[in-house]
């Protein structure tokens, strides 16, 4: 499973991994129509302006932002600071 720091800024992998390369292969194919894949919508955490990717879509977000992909499906999770 790949995390954050996998990425530079741009979200280019460090080390591109076979699946790294299967996904960009499968977003080219494909896009991003979840009807057409068996995957579910990215998960984002937003807190205040910022978002964090969760668990299983770092390597959706960066082929998205490899293919200069506007938008995909995400679910976001607004997180609130405490009181």
Known sequence: MSNGRDYDSN???WVEEERDVTVLESVKIR???I???EASPITLLRYRS???VESDGHRRVSAARRLRVDEIEA???EL???S
Do not use: L
Request: proline share 11%.
């Open 11 to 13: 979200w280019v992998p």
């Open 31 to 33: 896009g991003f129509d």
């Open 35 to 37: 009807s057409e894949s």
């Open 50 to 52: 910022e978002f964090f």
């Open 75 to 77: 679910d976001v999770c």
């Open 80 to 82: 609130q600071p405490r």
